[in-house]
């Protein structure tokens, strides 16, 4: 039975879109097939996604389940904007597998923004969760080089340190350290235009263009290493382009916001690769 979906991107971080009330849901091997880049649609990951909560579960491209996705959480609001989904004008609460997001659409001449309230993070290790002792804020960590452990409700270590071509290898050998039990999304930040630029190696999707809770996580480590202030929109400039996120008094959630963008409609075959 063919499957309808609809296409999204933010910041480059690209998703397949597909509504409950055609699938009900989605194997690893189905989401590995379809986000196949030359065999399949072409994505970092497939969001399920339910009016009626409404939810989204998201699955990567190899397969694996994460807590949260930010940019995907932006595609999915302007999706449920696109097809009349909204009962709450512009603000819509969704579910995700890190808890409720309140998240507030921003129409402009030049498209569409999607404002999000995070959840609150944490450095706890037992939240993160790392194996550490005391929290890890610029903590030495690998080969000297220096992370800080925050929890945006999926795992992050984000380093500020300069580690030129060592960057390629160090983000799979943070990511794999049998410290962080679940694994962690690993940020490579420096200074860059009133902001940070800023470098993910994902969970489960390697390299990507943009990680909108790796942006959440790094503008926390900013903070709390002395970096940048609270209440004051920071920029985190990704390969694909630039989100804004404003970290409040702790106990807070972080405000993200930027872009989603509708790329194109198709037809799945749900029976593939199952």
């Known amino acids: 039975m063919p499957v309808r979906f609809a296409k999204y991107e933010g910041l480059g971080n690209d998703f397949v879109v597909i509504e409950r009330a055609e699938l009900s849901d989605v194997s690893p091997a189905q ?129 500020f340190d300069d580690v030129g071509a060592r960057r390629g290898s160090l983000g799979p050998r943070v990511q794999e350290d049998a410290r962080f039990p679940e694994g962690v999304n690993v940020g490579f930040a420096r200074p860059a235009h009133a902001g940070f630029e800023l470098a993910v190696y994902e969970r489960g999707a390697g390299w990507t263009r943009a990680c909108g809770t790796g942006a959440c996580a790094a503008a926390v480590a900013a903070v709390e290493t002395g970096r940048a202030e609270r209440h004051a929109p920071l920029p985190i400039h990704l390969p694909g382009g630039t989100l804004t996120i404003t970290v409040g008094a702790p106990g807070e959630p972080v405000m993200m916001r930027g872009p989603a963008r509708h790329v194109f409609d198709g037809v799945l075959d749900d029976a593939a690769d199952r």
């Open 31 to 159: 989401a590995i097939a379809w986000c196949d880049r030359h065999l399949g649609v072409g994505a970092d990951g497939v969001l399920l996604v339910d009016r009626a909560s409404p939810s989204m579960r998201v699955i990567n491209a190899d397969g694996s389940v994460p807590e949260m996705c930010g940019n995907g959480l932006r595609c999915v609001v302007w999706h449920l904007a696109r097809v009349d989904a909204l009962p709450g004008g512009d603000e819509v609460v969704v579910q995700t597998g890190a808890g409720p997001h309140a998240c507030r659409l921003l129409r402009g001449e030049g498209g569409a923004e999607v404002e999000v309230a995070m959840r609150a993070p944490s450095l706890a290790p037992a939240d993160v969760p790392v194996d550490a002792a005391a929290p890890l804020v610029d903590a030495p960590f690998l080969e000297g080089l220096r992370v800080t452990a925050v929890s945006m409700g999926n795992p992050h270590a984000v380093t």
